[in-house]
């Protein structure tokens, strides 16, 4: 499957290595340009590309740069997609740490994926947000393997979503499905099931578990 990956740093450059070893075309994309992957582009086979061309072809796009990144992306930056294309958002809030307060999640309050979709212009599907980077590479296993962790996937397009999950899948987790995007906060920063390590049946009940609350360190 042709895939484009917008961000490749913890999340896109391993994203990149476990889908390229699973036989997929993946196009991968930075800020500074594809001079700048060239390495990455070596240890793995993808196509280093500018943002603006990472989309092109692809029935898969993962946006995974830091959430204050999204509104430089370039516009137009899924023109040129598959029609369907599936275009998965990793991103999270970190209003002290890195992005600086969001008007649009703390006043208006959007869902993180909400925002990033106005962003973008595009539906999104929420999959690894919570997902330790390192553990794309190291903790996948096979399916009906007892140890296999389970990943929650929000999103409103279920085409997308199933999609999504079945690519998940292939990479090695089992999903949850988390509802749509309106219930996405559910998988934000600070709620059990972000980072939690657990099958299908523990993030299901951290899933159920979460409170909408916004505490103020995750607040800007
Ligand atoms: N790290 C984790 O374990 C983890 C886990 C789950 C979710 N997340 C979330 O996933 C997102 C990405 O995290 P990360 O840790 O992978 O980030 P990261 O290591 O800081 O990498 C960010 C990547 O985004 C690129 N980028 C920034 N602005 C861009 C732009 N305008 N156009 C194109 N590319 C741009 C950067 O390119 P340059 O280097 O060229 O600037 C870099 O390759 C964040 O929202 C994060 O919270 C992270």
Avoid: C
């Amino acid at each position: 499957m042709k895939i484009g990956i917008i961000g490749a740093g913890n999340i896109g450059g391993n994203l990149t290595r476990r889908l390229t070893a699973l036989g997929h075309d993946v196009s991968v994309a930075n800020s500074r340009g594809p001079e700048t992957l060239k390495e990455l582009a070596e240890e793995t086979g993808a196509t280093p590309v500018r943002a603006e061309e990472a989309a092109r072809g692809a029935e898969v796009v993962v946006v995974t740069v830091p959430l204050k990144a999204v509104p430089d992306l370039p516009s137009g930056l899924l023109d040129g997609a598959a029609q369907d294309v599936a275009v998965i958002d990793t991103g999270n809030y970190y209003p002290r740490q890195r992005d600086g307060r969001i008007a649009g999640i703390e006043d208006d309050g959007l869902t993180e994926s909400r925002w990033t979709e106005r962003q973008i212009g595009h539906a999104v599907i929420k999959a690894f947000n919570g997902t330790y980077a390192q553990d794309i590479l190291d903790r996948h296993r096979p399916a009906g393997d007892p140890g296999r962790m389970a990943l929650p996937v929000a999103g409103d397009d279920e085409a997308a979503k199933r999609k999504v999950r079945a690519l998940i899948d292939e990479l090695g987790f089992d999903t949850v499905d988390a509802g749509g995007i309106d219930d996405s906060w559910r998988q934000q920063p600070d709620t059990p099931v972000y980072g939690l390590r657990g099958g299908t049946e523990a993030v299901t009940e951290a899933l159920a578990g979460a409170s909408p609350e916004r505490k103020p360190e995750f607040r800007g």
